[in-house]
Nanobody
Framework: QVQLVESGGGLVQAGGSLRLSCVAS????????MSWYRQAPGKQRELVAI???????NYVDSVKGRFTISRDNAKNTVYLQMNSLKPEDTAVYYC??????????????WGKGTQVTVSS
């Protein structure tokens, strides 16, 4: 069974930084795109950042210049470095991965989320 586990969330003051991590484990043949989403109370889940297997990245406009997504393929891990945090960044952050498991099935897998709270 493949699973994603996020860590690194917490409470931080506006202007501060946090680094989220997400580890994919289980019977994985290859991990393709890896992404971070977030969902604030009363809002729809939105894509924050995505990184391809070749490390091509893309970000939602609201985090460009503040957040950086990266990955370590050897560890099946994706990171989200969040700087200059704002109260509007408060949300549950979810990790997602498109991967091929050991049975050669392509799957989209989600983590359970980690809470990020930015105080003003």
């Amino acid at each position: 069974q493949v699973q994603l586990v996020e860590s690194g969330g917490g409470l931080v003051q506006a202007g501060g930084s946090l680094r989220l991590s997400c580890v994919a484990s289980g019977r994985i043949y290859r991990t393709n795109d890896m992404s971070w989403y977030r969902q604030a109370p009363g809002k729809q889940r939105e894509l924050v950042a995505i990184i391809t297997s070749r490390a091509i990245t893309n970000y939602v406009d609201s985090v460009k210049g503040r957040f950086t997504i990266s990955r370590d393929n050897a560890k099946n891990t994706v990171y989200l470095q969040m700087n200059s945090l704002k109260p509007e960044d408060t949300a549950v952050y979810y990790c997602s991965a498109n991967l091929i498991d050991s049975a050669m099935f392509t799957r989209d897998v989600w983590g359970k989320g980690t809470q990020v709270t930015v105080s003003s």
